[in-house]
T-cell receptor
């Protein structure tokens, strides 16, 4: 079954304690992306990756890091989480834009609470 | 620059009556447009996409949307609402300008279906 898997689904932690949210896709997609969803703001892109070892900032990258060492994985790293990063996070993947506009496949989300 | 405006944050309809969710877009280029649906505690699922072929696009679950360039609109409709349609709906424009498959989300419309 084609899917994007995020872990954990829920996490409560404290300010300053480094955390990583993993994302894995089994569709051999080149493109992967992270979004955060906040009430009244829709989804905003944090970082994206167009292929292995290629990453770029989205609209709200501050306080986040990503890496793309393998095609299937795209972890989101919060080195020193702060309360304003409390949010619902989504990972998504798709084929390359060069093959036509591509709908993205989304994971089920990770709800982070930073105390 | 790409952006979308969803004109209603909340729409309420009775079961069996038509659904209209409004979306206006702004794009410097010929846009690709999508509608996604998000059910509670779930990720986003693609309903339909417009990619410069037919202006009337049919999606899943009986939804359709019409691309109107003169009005810069991409409204989502369904002839008869079901209880299972209650969810949040996002109008999305794709950024083709940078060559990436980045998506710009509207702020969402929550659809309530009254029995």
């Amino acid at each position: 079954e084609a899917q994007v898997t995020q872990n954990p689904r829920y996490l409560i932690t404290v300010t300053g304690k480094k955390l990583t949210v993993t994302c894995s896709q089994n569709m051999n997609h080149e493109y992967m992306s992270w979004y955060r969803q906040d009430p009244g703001l829709g989804l905003r892109q944090i970082y994206y990756s167009m292929n292995v070892e290629v990453t770029d900032k989205g609209d709200v990258p501050e306080g986040y890091k990503v890496s793309r060492k393998e095609k299937r994985n795209f972890p989101l790293i919060l080195e020193s989480p702060s309360p304003n990063q409390t949010s619902l996070y989504f990972c998504a993947s798709s084929r390359r834009l060069g093959q036509g506009p591509q709908p993205q496949h989304f994971g089920d989300g990770t709800r982070l609470s930073i105390l | 620059a790409q952006s979308v405006t969803q004109l209603d944050s909340h729409v309420s309809v009775s079961e069996g009556t038509p659904v209209l969710l409004r979306c206006n877009y702004s794009s410097s280029y010929s846009p690709s447009l999508f509608w996604y649906v998000q059910h509670p505690n779930k990720g986003l699922q693609l309903l339909l996409k417009y990619t410069s072929a037919a202006t009337l696009v049919k999606g899943i679950n009986g939804f359709e949307a019409e691309f109107k360039k003169s009005e810069t609109s991409f409204h989502l409709t369904k002839p008869s609402a079901h209880m299972s349609d209650a969810a949040e709906y996002f109008c999305v424009v794709s950024d083709k300008q940078t060559g990436a498959n980045n998506l710009f989300f509207g702020t969402g419309t929550r659809l309530t279906v009254i029995p």
